[in-house]
T-cell receptor, first 112, second 114 residues
Framework: QKEVEQDPGPLSVPEGAIVSLNCTYS??????FMWYRQYSRKGPELLMY????GNKEDGRFTAQVDKSSKYISLFIRDSQPSDSATYLC????????????FGTGTKLQVIP | GAVVSQHPSRVICKSGTSVKIECRSL??????MFWYRQFPKQSLMLMAT?????????EQGVEKDKFLINHASLTLSTLTVTSAHPEDSSFYIC??????????FGPGTRLTVL
C-alpha cells in the first residue's frame, strides 16, 4: 500500500464548476499537508499548505484536512480553463525541512 | 512565495557523458535542498537531501556515486549525473524549504540521454 493515494484522473469539468480533489494517506505521523499545481513540463507550484486538521481558504481554493480519517481535500470554486493542470497532494511529518511524500497527482481539465 | 531556479531547463547528452544541474534559491538562503526525479505520468520521487557544508543523504536505491550532489553555498546545490545512460532520462526537480512549513520547487530540468 502506498503511503499516499490519489486518483490519477483525468477529471474533466465544465468551466465554473466546483472541483473536488482528494487524497488519503496511511502514515499517522504526517502533520503538514500541501497541494501543488503542476503544468506540463514545469515544476510544481505551491497552492496551499495546512498544519494538522482543519480548513484553509485562499481565494477560490479551500483545503481541508481530516486527520481522524486520514483524508485531505482541495476544492476549487468557479473553475477556469487556466486551472487545467495536474494537482499533487503532498505531506510530511515535520514540515519543509523533512522528506515530503507526494501523491501521484490528479489531472484536471476545465472545459470552456 | 519563495523563488527557486534551475539551470539548464533542458539538456540532451550522449550516453556515457556527465551532466550538471544547478539549483539556486534566489531570494532566501537554503541550508537544505532536495532533489526529486519525475518520470512521465508519475509523481515526484525524492532522490536525495542536499545539506550545505556536509554530505548529501540519499534515499534507498539511489546510487550516490552516480548522482553526485554538492551544496557549496547557502544558495546553490548541484546535481551531477555521471556516466549518464538512457534510463537516466527524466525530469529532475529541486526544492528548498523557506520557513518551516513547506518546500518551494524549481522549474525542473528535462534530461534526455541518447
Amino acid at each position: 500500500q502506498k503511503e499516499v493515494e490519489q486518483d490519477p484522473g483525468p477529471l474533466s469539468v465544465p468551466e465554473g464548476a466546483i472541483v473536488s480533489l482528494n487524497c488519503t494517506y496511511s502514515n499517522s505521523a504526517f502533520q503538514y499537508f500541501m497541494w501543488y499545481r503542476q503544468y506540463s513540463r514545469k515544476g510544481p507550484e505551491l497552492l496551499m499548505y495546512t498544519y494538522s486538521s482543519g480548513n484553509k481558504e485562499d481565494g477560490r481554493f479551500t483545503a481541508q484536512v481530516d486527520k481522524s480519517s486520514k483524508y485531505i481535500s482541495l476544492f476549487i470554486r468557479d473553475s477556469q480553463p487556466s486551472d487545467s493542470a495536474t494537482y499533487l497532494c503532498a505531506m510530511s511529518a515535520s514540515g519543509g525541512y523533512q522528506k515530503v511524500t507526494f501523491g501521484t497527482g490528479t489531472k484536471l481539465q476545465v472545459i470552456p | 512565495g519563495a523563488v527557486v531556479s534551475q539551470h539548464p531547463s533542458r539538456v540532451i547528452c550522449k550516453s556515457g557523458t556527465s551532466v550538471k544541474i544547478e539549483c539556486r534559491s534566489l531570494d532566501f538562503q537554503a541550508t537544505t535542498m532536495f532533489w526529486y526525479r519525475q518520470f512521465p505520468k508519475q509523481s515526484l520521487m525524492l532522490m536525495a537531501t542536499s545539506n550545505e557544508g556536509s554530505k548529501a543523504t540519499y534515499e534507498q536505491g539511489v546510487e550516490k556515486d552516480k548522482f553526485l550532489i554538492n551544496h557549496a553555498s547557502l544558495t546553490l546545490s548541484t546535481l551531477t549525473v555521471t556516466s549518464a545512460h538512457p534510463e537516466d532520462s527524466s525530469f529532475y526537480i529541486c526544492s528548498a524549504p523557506e520557513g518551516v512549513d513547506t518546500q518551494y520547487f524549481g522549474p525542473g530540468t528535462r534530461l534526455t540521454v541518447l
